[in-house]
């Protein structure tokens, strides 16, 4: 039997969706350690400090003004409690967990296929920078990212002067100073606020964990919510860092912490337009849902290949319709008409949701767990505003926000380099170009062979419909590795220690 979640060491946003409209995610640099610590200290919960804390998993009865969480870089955690602590950590902990968090997302950059436009050098430069010097090229000057989830634009901007004020003075200064903040703002289609950009409706398919009190089955007939929920439960220690996790070692200060990479993906909507407008063969709605493996209204091609299915209800949190699905054999609960779509001629196996989520796909490679080693929980939101046909050109816009997993390497990491970026990512697969790339994407790289990464192919009636001219559609604008401790974890941190290694 699985042990509890303590969920009030447990950063809330690991494990619930706050749903909270208007977000800041902040980047701050450290200029004093004994001002950072304390300004640590006082956001723990129950610090007795004025001012503004860290949002736990405890459920609430009343949703609260706003909430917070907090992540550390490696060079922030290295400023924070040392570097010969860091090792201490590193080196009780498996190479999975803690290696490519050491690395860093700039040294991750050409493994991940963080390149070209993508590269890191490009980085933090389209919007959102408020310091006066640019970002140190190897991001040592990145420490703190912290995100405030508020109930209004107002409120947001009031929490945020709030958190400001908790910032000690040092000699030389504030000790932290933020020096990025992005703002995200809903994109409300049919009253419905959670689009982004391109169009698709998004926040359906989160990992569904075990153990967790509102996803047991008792919990959830007793609040009378549906039990339907037909996807394979996830364990916990892949989203909270477990010291009975089975495959994977976690230094203490570690315990019910997680990581997560914080991405700022720019997302090139005329283009994308362009792209779905080319193939006189195919209706734009078509090829965007062929893209995604989901209608923009977010209906599952698995279950209904040819338009959206209104009869599958509003996409609530608690209808199902929208997540029942497999693509090799119906899941109990699937909706439609429950045909296989083994090989690919509904849900093509390039599109981002099969790639991203293959599901009970087995003939997916290192997938032979219904992928639930490897799901990630999203907390991404949109920002900028929406894209209006005729547009002055370089408005900037796109997706920014945590992409979670207790292991970098099993999960962010895994999905990016060996499910969403790889041609040849199931076999069999008889498609021109072997699924290529992930359409959403587009190739990393300019390829100039159109028969590889630059076309987009899916299965319409039995023949391969190829559409060239797929380009790279979301650039990496900027990119951290961030561990989210637990609050004691947090508080360890904001001492500048570590527990001993077998507490
Ligand atoms: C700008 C970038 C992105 C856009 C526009 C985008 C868009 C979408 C959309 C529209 C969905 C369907 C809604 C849903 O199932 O909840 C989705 C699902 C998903 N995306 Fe993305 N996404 C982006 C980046 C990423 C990245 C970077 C990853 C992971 C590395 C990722 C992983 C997933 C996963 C795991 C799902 C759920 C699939 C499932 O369980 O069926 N996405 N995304």
Known sequence: MATEIEMDDVQGLILRGYNYPNIRYIIMNIRDVAGAQKFCADLAPDSGAAGLFVTTAEPW?????YCLNIGFTYAGLAKLITTANCNVVS???????????????????????????????????????????????????LHIQITLFALTPETREEYYQQLLAMIPSAASGPAVVPVYFQDSDPIVVDDDDNYVHFGYRDSLSQPRIENLLWNKKSVRKLMGVSTIDDRPPVTADRFVISQTAPDYNAHPLLTNGTFAAFRLLYQDVPEFEKFINSDKHTSPELMAAKMCGRWRDGTPLVVSPDSEDKSLGKPTPDNYNFTNFNFLSHTTNQPGNRTSDTDGLRCPYASHIRRANPRDDINV?????????????????????PYRPGEEPGIQRGLVGLFIGAVLDFQFRFVTTK???????????????QSGVDPLFGPQVADPDPTNDTIFAYNNNGTYNVTPGLTRFIRTDGSLYVFLPGIQGLVSISKGTIPPPNS
Request: hydrophobic share 35%; net charge negative.
């Open 365 to 385: 490679a290192g997938n032979n767990d219904m992928a639930v080693t490897h799901r990630i929980m999203r907390r991404a939101s949109p920002y900028g505003p």
């Open 91 to 141: 080196l009780w902990s498996s190479a999975e967990v803690f290696g490519s968090y050491t690395t860093g997302s700039i040294g991750d950059a050409m493994q991940i296929g963080d390149t070209g436009a993508s590269a890191p050098a490009n980085w933090w430069k389209n919007g959102g920078w408020i310091a006066k010097e640019p970002p140190a090229a190897d991001g040592s000057d």
């Open 419 to 433: 499910w969403l970026e790889m041609g040849g990512f199931r076999s069999p697969d008889v498609s021109p170009n």
């Open 61 to 65: 009865d009343d949703k609260p003004p």
